[in-house]
C-alpha cells in the first residue's frame, strides 16, 4: 500500500498506513518537480511525501 500526501497530512497517512498494514511505515520525500505531478490523497495540494510499506 502506498499513499501520496501533502506536509498536512503527512500525520493522517502514517496512522492509515500502520492501522491497515500494522508494519511500520516507510515515509519517501519527493523532489519539487520531481517523478510526478502527483497530488495528495486528503487534499488538492501537491504530494510531499509517499509513505508506504
Known sequence: M???CC???IEL???VIVD???TAPIMEKLQ???DLSTSCEYCRNAAAYLVGN
Open 32 to 34: 519539487p518537480e520531481g
Open 13 to 15: 497517512a502514517l496512522d
Open 20 to 22: 491497515e498494514c500494522e
Open 2 to 4: 502506498k499513499v501520496y
Open 7 to 9: 506536509e498536512e497530512h
